[in-house]
């Protein structure tokens, strides 16, 4: 086992979203199936 | 590639769609908030994340080999492959992360084909 000198940060694992974000649990379950949506790059310039 | 990959019923390498968000993920060296961030900041955010999960998965079996897609593009943005030295221990980390939330976002958590990640292309 490895030792933990530092203190333990603490794990991203079982943080739920917050409960506003469970309202659009619809659009979670959206970027579940494909891809994050509104994350594609907008260049500027271009349309 | 945009395809539809067969998922096979069991393997020993699991897909966890997804997973890893960059800080800068809307645009390079730059926050959400539109402020830059020192690389270092970015390299220690992934770091905290890949131990998270080894962390994790160690728990479920021995793992052979972890991946995690750092990249920008649309294609696979923040995939993380997880190699475990058994079926039965990746069908095990399945069965126990399916459901679960990290930082706020749905595991997606499914078996992958891939086994050699040396020749993990498109076929």
Redesign the interface.
């Given at each position: 086992s490895r030792s933990r000198s530092k203190s333990k940060?603490i794990?991203?694992?079982?943080?739920?979203?917050?409960a506003s974000?469970m309202l659009a649990a619809g659009a979670?379950a959206a970027?579940?199936a494909g891809?994050?949506p509104g994350?594609?790059?907008t260049l500027p310039g271009v349309f | 590639c945009s395809r539809l990959h067969t998922k096979p019923s069991i393997s020993p390498t699991l897909l966890l769609s997804n997973m890893y968000q960059r800080p800068d993920m809307i645009t390079p060296g730059v926050d959400a908030q539109g402020n830059p961030i020192d690389p270092r900041k970015i390299q220690e955010h992934f770091e905290e994340f890949y131990e998270d999960l080894f962390e994790e998965l160690s728990k479920y079996g021995e793992i052979e080999s972890l991946n995690i897609c750092d990249n920008l593009a649309d294609h696979m943005v923040g995939n993380v492959y997880v190699q475990f030295r058994e079926e039965e221990h990746a069908a095990n980390a399945l069965r126990n992360l399916s459901g679960r939330y990290y930082s706020g976002r749905p595991i997606i958590v499914d078996f992958s084909p891939v086994t050699d990640f040396r020749e993990a292309t498109c076929r």
């Open positions: 940060r794990s991203g694992f079982d943080m739920a979203p917050p974000a979670a970027a579940a891809q994050i994350t594609s790059p | -």
